[in-house]
């Protein structure tokens, strides 16, 4: 099945529910409404000339023509590239030009003339460039009005010339360890994968899904936007960009019933000061994904939160994302400890980094993924496609993870982030989990710094409760004595006020370990 068809289904089954509410402006759409808009924005495309197999981006934080732009793409068989929000001048001409753009998409309602201003800068230096539209400005009315010459008869046989197989979406990585790269997705890729974490949450008509994740990621725009397509449900944005405060008050306000975040969201929204006073009665499940989730937040979202039913996912954005998800079911021992199991029609095995041979029951291993979410490729670089699917399909994603009996999958971190202390493997994602439960620290980050006698040593990089307080590293060791093995216990210690983040709200552990090795040098 294509995206298209899929909103036509939603269309005629649901078309008097709510699909997508704007909680900033107040605008609401439901899907009859969301699929006449979306269709003006189509036959729009279809005037500007996009083709078949066209890159069109957008460069936009969360609005509702992200939304109306990417089912739009989809039905015109034009491929939606999704450009960084925190882009500027030098990173959005790459991608124009990686991506071979002809059309791009930019938002105004945010940092307006900045983003008008650095997109009209580069538009000479990238030559597939055709044109550039505004959204909240009168280029996407213009667009929009173009499109009402359009005969519908070509839309038509546009959309009967599609395959689900067809590429649909450039998505990039978030950059955590290193440049991004552009996952090609398919229909199939990302329609299945939303549709299954959909039915894993036990999504109806009657959900209403709040997305302070940024659409511009997979976690936004598949879990969130094509999760609550395929099972009718709606999506409720709080606020252009994250912000702790909005999203409880949406959550509210709406009467949502789900919602998502990764870990450092929902500590966010468990921090404020007012917690207390929404009423957050409504929530029933959600998402916890993208990053290691911590138990002490994840129990505190159950019951605080009232999230009961709350999953934890994990995978990435060259898997459509989503490979294994926790059930509704699952105690929540299995919720906090592990990513749950695997999602249907997808296959993952431990195995051994060196030979791709499984590795037994209960062994560390690299996790490889391999079906029908497996991107095509890397956009136009072959080379890296083949260093990470391999000849048998196999995604050799490059976090380490161990399975257990029951085919419960724990992550035990990335391959690039383990920590060899004097030959020990160090788990950063254990040593976290253990300092969570100090009294004094908000949030911490664990890496590993390079030492002359060992190696590498353990730095704790914390965020206190309280930013007044003081944390040291004696008093941090003599906390951690008898509880945790010696060579595990941090030797050096940073008091942060915040962690550099990916635009998907990530910590960047590779900026950390380099501003670590520039303060102890
Ligand atoms: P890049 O590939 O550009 O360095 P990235 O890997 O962070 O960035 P994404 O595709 O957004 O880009 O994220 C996928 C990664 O996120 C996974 O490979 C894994 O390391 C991590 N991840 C996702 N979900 C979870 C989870 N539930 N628990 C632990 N880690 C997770
Ligand atoms: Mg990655």
């Known amino acids: 099945e294509t995206i298209g068809a899929a909103l036509a289904r939603a269309v005629r089954r649901h078309g008097d529910r709510d699909a997508l509410v704007d909680v900033p402006s107040g605008r609401r759409w439901t899907w009859a409404e969301l699929g006449r808009a979306v269709e003006e924005v189509a036959l729009g495309l279809l005037a500007k000339g996009v083709g078949r197999g066209d890159r069109v981006g957008i460069w936009a934080v969360n609005c509702p023509e992200w939304v109306m732009l990417q089912y739009a793409t989809a039905r015109v068989g034009a491929v939606l590239v999704n450009v960084n929000p925190a882009y500027r001048v030098h990173e959005l001409a790459y991608v124009l030009r990686q991506a071979g753009i002809s059309l791009l998409v930019a938002s105004t309602a945010h940092r307006t003339s900045d983003y008008r201003r650095m997109a009209e800068q580069v538009r000479g230096d990238c030559p597939a460039l055709r044109d550039i ?30 395959h689900a197989g067809d590429p649909v979406n450039i998505q990039y990585t978030s950059g955590t360890t290193g440049f991004p790269k552009g996952a090609t997705l398919s ?17 109806t008509a009657e959900d209403r899904i709040a997305v302070p994740v940024p659409f511009y ?12 397509l395929t099972h009718g ?19 509210e306000r709406e009467r949502c019933t789900a919602l998502y975040g990764v870990p450092t969201m929902f500590i966010a929204e468990l921090g404020l000061p007012d917690f207390a006073t929404y009423d957050l009665s409504s929530l029933r499940t959600g998402i916890m994904a993208g990053s290691p989730c911590p138990e002490e937040v994840m129990k505190r979202v159950v019951t605080e939160m009232h999230m009961a039913e709350v999953a934890i996912c994990y995978g990435m954005t060259e898997t459509s994302p989503v490979s294994t998800q926790t059930g509704r079911a699952d105690d929540l021992e299995r919720r906090t400890g592990t990513v749950g199991r695997v999602l249907p029609h997808v296959e993952v095995k431990v195995a051994d980094p060196e030979t791709g041979r499984a590795v037994p029951r209960g062994t560390t291993g690299e996790l490889c993924t391999r079906g029908y979410s497996v991107m095509l490729g890397y956009w136009d670089d072959p080379e890296r496609t083949a260093e990470a699917v391999d000849a048998d399909g196999w995604m050799h994603t490059g976090d380490l993870a161990v399975m257990d009996d029951d085919g419960f999958v724990r992550i035990a971190g990335r391959i690039k982030d383990m920590i060899i202390r004097g030959g020990e493997n160090v788990y950063p994602r254990e040593i976290e989990e253990f300092l969570h439960g100090h009294p004094k620290i908000s949030d911490v980050q664990v890496i590993g710094v390079p030492d002359a006698k060992y190696g ?9 409760r309280d930013p007044a307080d003081t944390l040291t590293r004696d008093e941090l ?7 945790l093995a010696h060579y595990k216990v941090p030797r050096h210690l940073r008091v942060m006020d915040a962690f550099p983040l990916t635009v998907s709200g990530k910590v960047r552990k590779v900026e950390l370990r380099q501003e670590a090795v520039a303060l102890l040098s």
Do not use: K, Q
Request: one cysteine or more; aromatic letters at 8%.
């Open 477 to 483: 060791a003599r906390w951690c004595r008898g509880r």
């Open 187 to 203: 229909h199939r890729n990302i329609l299945n994968n939303g549709h299954f974490v959909g039915e894993s949450l036990g999504y």
């Open 133 to 162: 539209v505004y959204v909240g400005d009168p280029t996407w009315d213009g667009m929009v009005h173009l499109g009402g010459g359009v005969d519908r008869a070509r839309m038509a046989a546009r959309e009967a010339a599609l």
């Open 217 to 228: 990621h997979c976690f936004g725009m598949v879990m969130g936007n094509l999760a609550a």
């Open 233 to 251: 449900a709606c999506v409720v944005i709080p606020a252009p960009a994250f912000d702790a405060t909005a999203t409880l008050h949406a959550v």
């Open 456 to 464: 590498e040593e353990i730095m704790a990089c914390v965020i206190l």
